[in-house]
Every structure is written in structure tokens, then in C-alpha cells.
């Protein structure tokens, strides 16, 4: 960020010199003059400016590589609390978001808060300045706004910070249990195919010199690799369009309909897209309505957030319910896709006034059963991944072993 060097006189007639940094000449200015400061001399030092005009390829790389940076949400959870933490103390907005600037790592999340500080400084509210920056989900921005109208910004913040670490420990138990099904199904794949592209071919040469009978899945198994050898980018084109033509079809609101319908509907893999989405839909909605949003707003981000339109049909016309005067239990109930404790513990909630103690022992509920569902799953999946790697490689070994005994049998 820009240093700038000023000189200038305060309302007292002391003179004054120091220096300040700042998003553009304008903004520094702005500043001074809040605080009082009549300018009479201000510049930006010369060795930020060196730095900025010393090479354009490296002014452009240095730029340029800050915004390609990813924020995630283990950065947003962090920020968020540190925030809390400083508001809680007593610390003004802007001195808050100057310090959770300076001591900020991720290089795109600094420049996006000296942005939202230098906002707010100008007289905005924090929520419009951090949804100015681009980075935050609607949520997010949401419970801020909610927090700032309450005057209980401290304590939506701390409500938020929870949120998304329990968002972040749910995602790292799954990718954490994910990881060795993965790796053993990417083995497998390399495996088999260095047999097919490599090692079959070969001894298929042996064979064929040989001029022996070779039997039908030997057969079969050589004008595999055959086929693979000779057309693998044929196959490697016909993949990528079809994965571009169902991301396509996803996009349209029917594809995108079917295809979630489809993933509730699987087996196994069903209950847990289910367990997935009712968890985040109860967690948000339960942080959306301790953070003082109304309950029809906190539906439709807590929608987006469950990220199924087949579920999200429901939430709409629970929403809709609700402006008409009727519960939120009944609508979810009737729609036959939330699991009838949801619907009683929302009912239960209703009836006590602790919709949101309810939502959240349900989320509590439901992140237990995805890493359950997910463990078993797994604790599946490895032996099945093993058997059938060591079925292909023994039916390949059979295709090849079989001819060679044959051919052994006939020379004895």
C-alpha cells in the first residue's frame, strides 16, 4: 500500500509531520483533513514510489498476483474472530480493521480490508463495505448488516466466526476420510494402465509370433489395448465434452433439478448428499436467526447455502408458507425430502420459541451422522477399491498366462 510523507498545521496552529498509508492520494488527504490537519506539504516517499516505478513487469506481477490469491474460509473464520475479539475490547471499527490489516498473511484478504478500512473510514457502514470488496458470501454480509442495525455487531460477529469453523471442520473431516479412497482408486487407474499400455502389448507380440489359438477374453483384452493405444485422445476429447455438456446441462434450472434429484435418489450416496445439505441448511439458518435477520431473508440465503434445488423448493414454499401466516415445520413436512426429526424439533421450536437452540442441536445432530455415514463408507469402499484392482490385474495376468501355458503344453 502506498506511504505517503505530509507536512501541515493542526487546528491549534502546531506544526506537523509524519506519515500515512493509504489506498490513493485522495483517500490520504481525506484522512488529514478528518483529523483536523490543514496540509502544507504532502508527497508519496520515495521508496514506495521507487518500488512502484522501479520495473513495469514486476509492478504488474506484484499487483496482479495478490488478486489470484484464494481466500478461504479457514482466512474468513480467523478474520471474523480476531475482529470480534477487537470490537469486543473496546477498539473502534476502523483501528480494529486496521489492525486485523497489518496482521493479516493472505496477501489478497489485506488488500481487500485496507479497502473496506479506508470505506468505512469515509463514512460507510462495514456490511456495504464488505460486500463493495467481492470476497464475502451474501451470509456473511447479511449478519453483519443484522449486527450493525442491532448494535450487537460483537456478538453476530462472534456468531459468525462459529459458523464458519464449524463449516471448516465439517469439510476437513469428509476430505480427511476422502483422501485414501482417492488415492487408492487413482493408483488403481495407473496401474491398469500401465498393464494395458505397456506390458500387455508385449506379450501380445509373443503371442501373435506364435501362431496359437488365443482364447476369446485374451482376444478381447488385446483389441482393448488396442484400442486404447491408438485412440486415446479420441477417448480423452469424448470425456472432456461430456463433462462439458452435463456442466451445461446443470446450469439450466430443469438439468439442475434433475441432477440434484438424481443424487438424492442414489443408494448409498443419497443419504449422505441429504445429511449434507439439511446440515447446512439448519446451521445457517439457525446463525442467520440468532444474528437478528428476519426469518424470511435467513430462508432464502440458508437455500443457497443447502445448494439443492430440490430442497430449495421446499424452503420456498416454506418461506411462502410463513408470510401467509403458517408454520415453517408443516411445508418442510409435506414435501416428503427433510427427515421427520427436522421437521419435529423445527415443530417443537416453533411452539417453545427456541427455533434457534433447535436448529442447531439438528445441525449438531447431522454433522455426527455425515462423518458417521462418511467413516462407513469409506471403511467400504477401501476393500472394494482393493478387490477390484486385483480382479483387472488377475484377469489380465489369466489373458496372457493361459495362451503361454498352452503354448508350453504343446512344445512338451
Known amino acids: ?70 481466500v478461504s474460509a479457514m482466512d474468513q473464520a480467523l478474520m471474523t474472530r480476531q475482529l470480534a475479539t477487537l470490537i469486543g475490547a473496546g477498539i473502534p471499527l476502523v483501528d480494529s480493521l486496521r489492525a486485523l490489516t497489518d496482521q493479516t498473511e493472505n496477501q489478497r ?18 456490511a456495504d463495505a464488505l460486500a463493495a470488496s467481492g470476497i464475502f458470501s451474501d451470509l456473511f454480509i447479511g449478519m453483519v448488516r443484522a449486527g450493525e442495525a442491532s448494535g450487537a455487531l460483537q456478538v453476530v460477529l462472534d456468531r459468525l466466526a462459529d459458523y464458519l469453523e464449524a463449516q471448516v471442520r465439517l469439510r476437513n473431516r469428509v476430505s480427511s476420510i476422502m483422501i485414501y479412497p482417492l488415492f487408492m482408486m ?15 502389448p508385449q506379450i501380445t507380440e ?33 470425456a472432456l465434452a461430456a463433462g462439458a455438456g452435463l456442466r451445461a446441462a446443470i446450469t439450466t434450472h430443469r438439468g439442475r433439478r434433475l441432477w440434484d434429484r438424481i443424487k438424492l435418489r442414489l443408494p448409498v450416496m443419497g443419504r449422505a448428499v441429504r ?48 408470510t401467509e401466516g403458517a408454520s415453517l415445520a408443516r411445508p418442510l413436512r409435506d414435501s416428503g425430502e427433510f427427515p421427520a426429526m427436522v421437521t419435529h424439533m423445527i415443530e417443537v ?15 449438531d445432530t447431522y454433522d455426527e451422522q455425515v462423518e458417521t455415514l462418511v467413516s462407513r463408507l469409506t471403511a467400504l469402499l477401501e476393500p472394494l477399491l482393493i478387490l477390484v484392482m486385483v480382479g483387472i490385474v488377475v484377469v489380465i495376468i489369466l489373458a496372457t498366462l493361459v495362451p503361454l501355458l498352452n503354448v508350453t503344453t504343446s512344445l512338451g
Open 206 to 238: 509373443l503371442l501373435v509370433d506364435l501362431d496359437q489359438p488365443l482364447p476369446f477374453f485374451t482376444r478381447w483384452i488385446i483389441g482393448a489395448s488396442n484400442f486404447v493405444r491408438e485412440w486415446w485422445w479420441a477417448i480423452g476429447v469424448a
Open 109 to 126: 484478504l489485506k488488500s481487500e480490508l485496507a479497502k473496506v478500512r479506508d470505506r468505512v473510514n469515509e463514512g460507510g457502514t462495514l
Open 275 to 322: 445429511l449434507i445439505a439439511v446440515a447446512r441448511f439448519t446451521r445457517t439458518l439457525a446463525t442467520l436467526l440468532a444474528g437478528g435477520l428476519p426469518i424470511v431473508r435467513a430462508l432464502a440465503t440458508s437455500k443457497d447455502v443447502a445448494n439443492n434445488s430440490v430442497l430449495g423448493d421446499a424452503i420456498d414454499q416454506a418461506a411462502e408458507s410463513i
Open 186 to 200: 487413482a493408483f488403481a487407474m495407473l496401474v491398469v494402465g500401465v498393464l494395458v499400455t505397456v506390458v500387455l
Open 1 to 70: 500500500m502506498p506511504v505517503y510523507a505530509y507536512k501541515g498545521v493542526d487546528t491549534g496552529g502546531k506544526t506537523l509531520r509524519g506519515h500515512l498509508d493509504a489506498e490513493n492520494p485522495r483517500t490520504a488527504r481525506s484522512r488529514l483533513k478528518r483529523d483536523g490537519i490543514f496540509v502544507t506539504d504532502f508527497q508519496e516517499t520515495r521508496t514506495e514510489a521507487a518500488q512502484r516505478s522501479g520495473s513495469s513487469f514486476r509492478s504488474n506481477i506484484k499487483i496482479s498476483l495478490p488478486n489470484l490469491q484464494r
Open 349 to 363: 421450536g416453533e411452539r417453545s420459541g427456541e427455533l434457534e437452540a433447535m436448529l442447531g442441536k439438528v445441525a
